[in-house]
């Protein structure tokens, strides 16, 4: 995805980080909301392609608004453990509690971390079906 192009805004909060992303439909919303984690997170530093390595993940919850919370908490968790940047998201499967999904990422020494997300919050999440698509609103432990 484009940089000058980004799938998300930033909102003003206090001392977390908050997003508004917008998506023609579900999967677009978890895809945005995903890449606009690591955008913030990091910027890539090396130019050139790099080796990438694909992760596919599996999730469930009561419900989509907890299955988007459970999601990106999963991004974030295993970016720290397997030290990775994802980058690339494809959401293979996706239901009012279910989840199937695949990331691609590249390893975190060919970024620059600018900013440490802790997690995705509860905390004025917003995930609603609009007019034209759909909408969500997150807030990030920073």
């Not at 805004?9 to 995903?34: C, P, Q, W």
């Amino acid at each position: 995805m484009d940089s000058s192009q980004k799938p998300y805004k930033l909102l003003e909060h206090t001392a977390d980080i908050s997003i508004r992303v917008k998506a023609g439909d579900l999967k677009g919303i978890f895809k945005n909301a995903a890449w606009a984690i690591f955008d913030i997170m990091a910027a890539k530093q090396k130019k050139g392609r790099l080796p990438k390595k694909t992760i596919k993940i599996k999730q469930r919850a009561a419900n989509k608004e907890e299955l988007l919370i459970s999601w990106l908490n999963e991004l974030l968790s295993l970016s720290a453990v397997k030290g990775l940047v994802f980058r690339k998201f494809s959401i293979n499967n996706i239901g009012a509690g279910y989840l199937e999904a695949v990331a691609e990422g590249e390893d975190i020494n060919s970024y620059k971390v600018n900013t440490e997300i802790k997690a995705a919050t509860f905390n004025g999440l917003l995930l609603e079906k609009s007019g034209s698509g759909w909408l969500a609103e997150v807030t990030f432990d920073v």
